[in-house]
């Protein structure tokens, strides 16, 4: 938003507020916005150029994790703040001495989404679009990892939309002068006095005129010192920076091959500055990449991929052509569909499905790939229903790299492997695959479990409508072409992070809090080092930013 703008002035070598504020994504937007409601001068510094405000959550989906919702009730969807608990923490396997922080992240996040959080984001004018989706099934039974009822409220307006009350309201502090915006300033270190963060040393770099998300320089012409009362690291994950991501992998097995679902900006590098002045950083093995990453027909930044949100009735074979192992369907559990294909020994698998289902079911992450949602467009979303409407899946269709169509499976096998540069797809194995599942598919019961899943999520209004498509034979000729997609693993979120108490204070190694630090965001693990363990319940990333970088906004304000 151009009026959120603050432009850099000769004073920028030095700048003083009450609250200083490292990133301008999501979490640092709410934090800036509501310490300044507090009546706090801040300060906020960015590394990237001005274009970039809002960082990745501009890119979102916009998903929210809400519990027992108004649109959930009207899709006759019964939940309950002890269910989504009780998800949450089946799906976070919390076993560490230092998760104890993250667990009570959990338990008041989990009664934000079932209390406040609607009440809050309406009062500030966010709206939700009504059909609420099911993300990550799960399948482990009632104990196991997984959502189990819909809860992906998806804004009207995906990331862009939620993004909006907040540059609004720092809009308006940066025209009364409270709010002051350093783009191009990147914090390299901490500086303390009397054993209390006082502010951050770093550089000024280069002006840029990149795109939004695009790759800026990193010249540097000069330096800046920040001194105040309080600082908030919201500077973001480590998605982007491949040989951190490697270095920290589980084991060390890293596929060969990763994509980038964030900008080149989220690089992590500021951690590494708290953790040396004292912060504790904690679980950084917890990551949350996909293996369903796609690359971008027209890429923003390197090595751009795009995640698909799959329903449930494509094939999922890995590199060899077999069949992942239940219930690792399309949708289910992506974190055990990703150790599995990484555990395989190659860093891809495919989708192969009918072009009826692919256009239906493999829907695109990202308010790019939605412009219906994202711009608010009803004419457009109509056309999503509509057989032959122009829409993002079909681009990638016809221009994606990753997409092939054929008319018979031994084709498409060929095909296949001539895209993998291998031998690995069995024609007559991969022919004999699908024809099976269409046999399965003409008894109207079978013994094939994703196709019992298919059915059971055609009961849900949400999916029939717009995510699952009617059971179908895939070499029915009115369903073709048959397709196939290679899905390579696209890094994502940081799930570990600064340590954090409940108030959003950076506690150091012996768990006390640091004076004058404060962390929220993907930089916090959003929320206590943590808050997701080892595995996210989908819509829960951009909600960790409200509410982290509200607590820390708040508290950071008073404190000073």
């Known amino acids: 938003m151009a009026a959120t703008t603050g432009k850099r002035s000769p004073t920028d070598g030095v700048i003083e507020s009450d609250v200083l504020v490292i990133g301008a994504g999501l979490s640092g937007l709410v934090a800036a916005s509501v310490a300044y409601a507090a009546g706090r001068r801040v300060a906020v510094i960015d590394q990237e150029p001005e274009a970039s405000l809002g960082g990745q959550a501009h890119w979102s989906f916009g998903g929210l994790f809400l519990v027992d919702s108004p649109e959930q009730r009207r899709l006759g969807v019964r939940d309950s703040e002890e269910l989504a608990l009780g998800d949450w923490l089946s799906s976070a396997a919390f076993d560490r001495p230092e998760d104890a922080w993250a667990r009570r992240w959990a338990e008041a996040y989990v009664h934000f989404a079932a209390a406040e959080k609607r009440r809050w ?23 196991g990892h997984g959502n189990s009822v819909p809860r992906f409220h998806v804004v009207w307006g995906t990331g862009p939309g939620l993004l909006e009350p907040f540059l609004a309201k720092v809009a308006e502090g940066v025209s009364t002068g409270r709010i002051r915006l350093h783009f191009r300033h990147r914090a390299a270190t901490l500086t303390t006095a009397a054993g209390r963060v006082t502010g951050v040393g770093g550089e000024i770099l280069a002006e840029s005129a990149a795109a939004r998300g695009a790759a800026s320089s990193r010249t540097v012409v000069g330096n800046f010192q920040a001194t105040a009362g309080a600082v908030i690291v919201a500077s973001g994950g480590i998605g982007a920076n ?66 698909i949100l799959p329903g449930p009735s494509p094939l999922w074979l890995d590199a060899t052509g077999a069949q992942l192992p239940p219930p690792l369907y399309p949708g289910f559990d992506s974190q055990g569909a990703l150790r599995h294909i990484v555990g395989s020994g190659h860093g891809y698998s495919w989708f192969v499905c009918s072009r009826t289902v692919a256009l239906k079911e493999l829907a695109l992450s990202g308010s790019e790939q939605n412009p219906d949602l994202s711009n608010r467009d009803l004419r457009l979303l109509a056309a999503r229903l509509q ?123 012996a768990g006390v809090p640091i004076p004058g630090l404060f962390a929220a965001g993907e930089a916090a693990g959003f929320g206590g080092g943590g808050i997701h363990g080892y595995r996210a319940l989908e819509g829960t990333f951009l909600g960790g930013c409200l509410f982290s970088g509200r607590a820390a906004g708040l508290e950071a304000a008073a404190s000073v």
């Not at 097995?253 to 708290?274: I, K, M, Q, Y």
């Not at 269409?438 to 029939?464: E, I």
């Open 242 to 307: 491949h040989p951190m991501v490697r270095k920290l992998w589980p084991h060390g097995t890293a596929p060969e091959r990763l994509l980038s679902g964030v900008p080149a900006s989220v690089d992590g590098e500021f951690l590494a500055a708290a953790q040396e002045s004292g912060a504790a950083l904690i679980n950084g093995d917890r990551m949350w990449h996909y293996p369903e990453g796609i690359h971008n027909h027209s890429p923003v930044w390197p090595r751009h991929g795009i995640r």
């Open 121 to 143: 984001l309406r009062s500030l004018g966010v709206k939700l679009f009504p059909l609420v989706q099911w993300a990550e099934r799960g399948g482990y039974g009632p104990t």
């Open 387 to 509: 057989k032959n409407a122009p829409t993002p899946l079909r681009a990638f269709l016809e221009h994606g790299i990753d997409f092939l169509q054929a008319a018979t499976p031994r084709e498409l096998a060929s095909r296949m492997n001539g895209l993998a540069g291998n031998s690995r797809i069995d024609p007559a194995g991969l022919e004999a695959l699908i024809r099976q599942r269409d046999l399965q598919l003409d008894t109207g019961l079978g013994k094939d479990l994703q196709l019992a899943a298919v059915r059971a999520a055609r009961h849900f209004a949400s999916d029939r409508l717009m995510r699952v498509a009617a059971p179908h034979r895939f070499e029915d000729p009115a369903h073709g072409p048959l397709v196939a997609v290679r899905l390579s693993v696209l890094t994502r979120k940081t799930l570990g992070g600064l340590q954090t108490d409940l108030q959003s204070r950076v506690l150091d190694g």
